[in-house]
């Protein structure tokens, strides 16, 4: 299995590389600032800017939920992405939003999509070359793709908890688990789905901005109760972090983990699933 990641010097010594294409997903909690504000400040020469929350589906009150096989294609043309390229993703934080973009793009298709450890937050920390201009692209066309394998929808989550047919967990703060504490998005119950396991994103990422090595990143998983043999199913608050869990795993091997694309947004707002509060 190749390695989801690589590091700065790996890619400082590709960037010109005809067959690499980087890609700057930068992304923000709601309030807390904008991915394309943050890209035009500087990012890594020759990236494009993929924006979590425009390439998505437009009928749905769901944020950033996948879009269709057809226009993320499109979208992906339009940056002049092609399936045959090693495509580095990052974003401004470290390890982030980037997680989102890399699954975004394995469901839809793209075979060799990697993250860059500690994202353009190292890079900048090592003096490495950034710039403000948007680079010109040769727009791509792309058949479309998708791995229905790797998402799992409102239905199919219900389903693998009634028969225990995989373990859900749920990347947010142990207080939102909890229902200690509210959640971000307005009119949303707080607690957690029966049966999930509680594994904060952060716990996976070190203070740099890198992904945990594997033995911290197994240690984590397994302290959290997560059996590393069987079905797995990744959830956050809106499929953003629910991404760098599933990362984490396919750092172990695990390139099989699903992400509920509707995550808590989804599942806190209805009136017809169940929620539960405390450990």
Known sequence: MADPLVSTAWLAEHLGDADVQVIDATWFMPGEGRG???????????????????????????????ASPEAFAEAAGRLGLGREATIVVYDAQGIFSAPRAWWNLRVMGFPNVRILNGGLKKWRAEGRPVETVTP??????????????LVRDLAAVKSALADASAQLV???????????????RAGLRSGHMPGARNL????????????????????????????????????????VSAATLALGLARLGREDVAVYDGSWTEWGGRPDTEVVKGD
């Not at 924006?51 to 749905?60: H, K, L, R, W, Y």
């Not at 749920?170 to 971000?184: I, L, Q, S």
């Open 170 to 184: 749920d990347a947010r703060a142990a207080a939102r688990f909890r229902g200690e504490a509210p959640e971000p």
């Open 136 to 149: 010109a692209v040769a727009p791509s066309r792309l058949p479309s793709a998708y791995h229905p394998e």
């Open 36 to 66: 394309e504000d943050s890209y035009a400040a500087g990012h890594i020469p020759g990236a494009v800017f993929f924006d979590i929350d425009a390439v998505s589906d437009p009928d749905t009150a769901l944020p950033h939920m996948l």
């Open 200 to 239: 904060p994103w952060s716990g996976l990422v070190t203070a740099e901005g890198t992904l945990e090595d594997e033995g911290e990143l197994r240690a984590a998983f397994e302290a959290a109760g997560v059996d590393l043999s069987r079905p797995i199913i990744t959830t956050c608050g809106s499929g």
